[in-house]
């Protein structure tokens, strides 16, 4: 058969005002843009809650409103996230909670698109109408990527390309496809009633972190630092006008399984600054925002959540001069030493520092201004969970004009399991100005310093702490002699 020939003959089509008749005969699908709805309880919408975890998950809050006649029927909630973990679905109605009960619950994702419907409509009747306005009718024998193959009832086959389509028309939608994600619940009711129906559920794709911008003042004594949160959502759902929580921490949540577990570590949260209000939760912080927003998917979204000035900060050099921490047991066979020193920047999480509020973990971004008043990216860090009162202290970077040397001068094997080793560690500084440094050594075993150039200070079992002034263009030499017991 000429299957061009047919295509260009009057075989099996449609004049175009019957065809229109027909047209109106079929539920119309046109796959340029899928409109077909799906849904068949008329529920309204009330509100929905999330409350985020920074581990890659949420907890949504849906409700919604509608009448439902007493004995068994369906829901179906649409607009869910697709990533739900159906496992975790809590359903009740709010204002008559005794009056209904779930028999069976289904969560149907097999979403509808051209191709899967056109395989549906294998071997059964369909309608397409070409950009120029022809319309062809009769069976779907194949289709692929490129072409659709129709048969009409005369027999004649149609070869028509899918980049000159304009509409396909189906009859009906196959069972067993939908448009959006759905929650389809079989429900019993006991009294005929308008419900206030809440549905709620865990869904993964949704997460939260902060991150920290930090201006350092011109003499490094000071910052302003701004926190702001960021939410990014692939959860395959839409939270429109969303009451939001946040909360950090380490939620137990069993991931093989998919199992919710209440929060069982520490969950702090950011300051209450104008957009957000922190509130004592069990032992954790919950912080929720003053406002409704809107979360749509494949989102993200950055919201200010702290702003503090003048937070007063230490600037502090560390040096740790073991490129391997044991040792005792390779420096002396000519391991090489570390010669970076490092830039500290401490601070105090208390009220009187403009803070004092529990501290979410985070990147912190450190800048400054440079002498031409231009701000300048200095180094980052992360942050942990920081409750009010704690400490902060961030490793930014390594300075460029102070350096390091740390070797060992003699090592001596006194006995089967007793060494004695003697280190020098040298401390350059090549600044205009003064610095002080800390040097941090690390001991194992049973050990006790039995000579020295320099008061130490004994920081843990294994850890001293040497707190050193290097003048300008100066080296500083500190010897001592460690005997350790194995």
Sequence with gaps: MDVERERQGNFGRTPKGKGEKMKKLFCAVVLSVLFVSYGSCDLKEKGVSLTIYNQNFALVSDV??????????????????????????????????????????????????PDKLL???????????????????????????????????????????????????????????????????????????????????????INWKADYVAELSPDDKKMDLTGWVTIDNKSGGTYKDANLKLVAGDVRKISQYREYAMPAGKV??????????????????????????????????????????????????IYDGAANRYYHYDSWRSVPYNDKVEIHIVFENKKENNLGLPIPKGRVRFYKKDTENTTQFIGEDNIDHTPENEKVELIIGSAFDIKGERIILEHNKISSNIYSDTYQIKLRNHKKEKVEIEVIEHLYGDWEITKGSQNYEKVDANTIKFLVEVLPEKEFVINYTSVSKF
């Design 119 to 205: 395989n549906k409509y294998i071997e059964k009747d369909i309608q397409v109408i070409t950009k120029d306005g022809q319309l062809y009718s009769g069976q779907l024998l194949s289709f692929n990527s490129g072409q659709l193959i129709i048969k009409s009832k005369e027999e004649n086959v149609f070869m028509l390309n899918r980049e000159n389509i304009r509409d396909i028309t189906f009859v009906e939608i196959p069972e067993g496809l939908i448009l959006k994600p759905t929650l389809v619940l079989e429900i019993k009711n006991n009294k005929e009633a308008s419900h206030i129906l809440q549905l709620k559920y865990i869904t993964d794709g």
């Design 64 to 113: 919604r409103e509608g009448k439902i006649e007493k004995g068994e029927s369906i829901l179906k909630f649409t607009d869910i996230a697709s990533l739900i973990d159906p496992t975790s679905v809590s359903f009740s109605s709010l204002n008559y909670p005794g009056l209904l009960s779930v028999i069976e619950q289904n969560f149907e994702y097999d979403l509808l698109n």
């Design 268 to 317: 702090l949260a950011a300051q209450a600054a104008p957009q957000f209000v922190e509130s004592p939760f069990f032992e954790y912080h919950l912080y929720t925002l003053t406002r409704q927003t809107t979360i749509k998917n494949n989102q993200t979204k950055q919201i200010t959540f702290l702003s503090s000035a003048n937070v007063p900060v230490r600037k502090k050099f």
